[in-house]
């Protein structure tokens, strides 16, 4: 189990697309809190922590199968070095139905929705690759520069690892 364990988290981090760290800007995903509000990452990036995105969204099972990980992964470092915040891609009028999914599979981590068009085409210019689907992440160093691109499942493990190397 040990040995598929570190299979898993080789082939997770040769799908991931390492980035060389820039100074750029916090990208402007035109999100929105739960209240409608206009709302950023740049509340979480660049304060000096790691900061995983997941962009999730509903009727996503691997999201749902991801979520337990990540949770754990932000549970574990959110007081030390690394927060997780999410994006859920099903926009406003999604609300009631985004609530339902968080009651039914709790997340400990900040989410925002988006609006899947503008989202896209922001993604695409912040991480000089399409937006593939969900989940994907982006994490940022504690600097706030984008530094790994994942489209798919990531685990706890392979995520210590990447920041333990970098």
């Known amino acids: 189990m040990k040995a598929l364990r570190l299979l898993i988290v ?10 060389p760290a820039k100074e750029q800007p916090v ?6 809190d739960f209240s409608g509000q ?25 999201c749902e199968r991801n979520k337990p990980d990540i949770n754990a992964f932000h549970d574990a470092h959110k007081d030390k070095d690394a927060e997780v915040v999410g994006v859920v891609i099903n926009g ?7 609530e339902k999914a968080i009651q ?13 068009g503008l989202m896209a085409m922001n993604f695409q210019i912040a991480a000089e690759e399409p937006f593939r689907g969900t989940p994907t992440y982006w994490l ?21 690892n990447f920041i333990a190397t970098h």
């Open 38 to 62: 206009p709302a950023g990452l740049d509340k979480h990036v660049g304060k000096g922590k790691w900061v995983l995105v997941m962009f999730w969204g509903l009727n996503c099972p691997i």
């Open 92 to 98: 406003m009028e999604s609300k009631a139905a985004i």
């Open 140 to 160: 940022f160093n504690p600097k706030g520069e984008l530094v790994a691109v994942n489209p798919g499942p990531i685990r706890k493990e392979a995520l210590e």
């Open 10 to 19: 080789i082939c997770l981090l040769a799908v991931s697309t390492q980035l």
């Open 27 to 32: 990208p402007d995903l035109g999100l929105r």
């Open 104 to 116: 039914r599979q709790p997340l400990t981590f900040p989410n925002y929705i988006a609006e899947l």
